[in-house]
């Protein structure tokens, strides 16, 4: 069982920053991918971006591509989405989610919410325009 905890969510002005926190617990943080996903009111949930085990690689969509940054840190058990240059379409509830099924070989999909088998239970962003 792994049990994700989101922080860092909030009101802000188009142009401003935040920074998303995800805590996880229960098992080895460092055994499993981790990725960010948003879901805005009436709109399917939607993949933000994705971290591998080490850090090393990431991946992000092409609506956030240059303006967030996805980073974890192993020995805080913490997975973060700093966002910066916010849009009032990046409104929406923010959630972290663990893959801890897939091995690093075989990383690919990463957008795909069934590789996904936890979930936090998500914190608001509202950017003002």
């Known amino acids: 069982q792994v049990q994700l905890v989101e922080s860092g969510g909030g009101l802000v002005q188009a142009g401003g920053s935040l920074r998303l926190s995800c805590a996880a617990s229960?098992?080895?943080?460092?055994?499993?991918?981790m990725g960010w996903f948003r879901q805005a009111p009436g709109k399917e949930r939607e993949f933000v971006s994705a971290?591998?085990?080490?850090?090393?690689?990431?991946y992000y969509s092409d609506s956030v591509k240059g303006r967030f940054t996805i980073s974890r840190d192993n020995a805080k058990n913490t997975v973060y989405l700093q966002m910066n240059s916010l849009k009032p379409e990046d409104t929406a509830v923010y959630y972290c989610?663990?893959?801890?099924?897939?091995?690093?070989?075989?990383?690919?999909?990463?957008?795909?919410?069934?590789?996904?088998?936890?979930w936090g239970q998500g914190t608001q962003v509202t950017v003002s325009s």
């Open positions: 989610a663990a893959d801890t099924t897939t091995i690093e070989s075989s990383w690919n999909r990463v957008g795909a919410k069934y590789k996904y088998d936890y």
């Open positions: 229960g098992r080895t943080f460092s055994r499993y991918a």
């Open positions: 971290i591998n085990w080490s850090g090393r690689s990431t």
